[in-house]
């Protein structure tokens, strides 16, 4: 294997992350996957779950470090894992390469195929939009903004796209507070530490270039 890969791990109970019972094993179901090659295991995340809970705070925090890295999520076993609604959705919002150990050629198969359904009802959602205008316009009901209209829905579509770009901007922000908490946790007290631990990890930032103490400090401001 070559490239960064970020570990998620998944155990049923508090008790079994305690212990390591099902923890060890895929650990090393993922150790045995990336032997050999070039490759960095830039993460680990344990996630505890719980019957009375669905959200995922540690899935979130590591694909957040995939994105910053551009690093691959692994999941040790497939299992039940991609039948979970919340892992489904969570997946497929976050543009991050998914690869399961025990069934490398699901990649993100699996999810596709999950998606499939959704996309399958907003297909459907779509096919009843048109014939409904359809019917609106048979009765003499005139759709259509209107050339009077044009600039301003222009206008409208370049304020959604500043709109998007900020919103991009700051989930990469969001993105970025855990690692940089992370390394607080670690000793880097300073705005220099700190960036100097992004660089050296291999973190760019939004262009892609090397962090300073003032772009830190801008992300911790506005995240």
């Known amino acids: 294997m070559n490239g960064k890969f970020v570990a998620y791990y998944r155990v049923s109970t508090a ?3 305690k ?9 090393e179901a993922v150790t045995n996957y990336l032997n050999g090659g070039r490759w960095k ?7 505890v779950e719980s019957g009375k809970r669905d959200d995922r705070p540690k ?3 590591a694909l957040s470090l995939c994105r910053l890295l551009g690093a691959t999520l692994l999941v040790a076993k497939l299992d039940r894992l991609a039948r979970n609604v919340q892992f489904t959705a969570t997946m497929l919002k976050s543009s991050v390469k998914f690869t399961a150990v025990d069934f490398p050629d699901a990649n993100n198969l699996t999810i596709h ?11 459907v959602t779509g096919t009843r939009t048109k014939a409904a205008l359809a019917a609106a316009k048979a009765k ?15 206008k409208r579509g370049a304020k959604a796209s500043a709109a998007k770009r900020s919103a991009e901007v700051a989930k990469r922000n969001l993105d970025l507070i855990p690692r940089i908490n992370h390394y ?17 990890d291999g973190v760019g930032t939004a262009r892609g270039g090397q962090w300073s103490a003032v772009q830190v400090a801008r992300v911790m401001q506005t995240a």
């Open 15 to 17: 008790k079994q992350g």
């Open 19 to 27: 212990s390591g019972l099902g923890l060890e094993a895929q650990k």
């Open 113 to 123: 195929i999950l998606a499939a359904v959704a996309e399958h009802e907003a297909v």
């Open 41 to 47: 295991l830039a993460g680990e995340f344990v996630e």
């Open 184 to 200: 607080r946790a670690e000793g880097a007290t300073s705005l220099r530490q700190i960036a100097a631990r992004l660089n050296d």
């Open 140 to 154: 003499g009901t005139k759709l259509g903004c209107g050339n009077d209209n044009i600039a301003r829905y222009a």
């Open 59 to 61: 899935l979130v925090e």
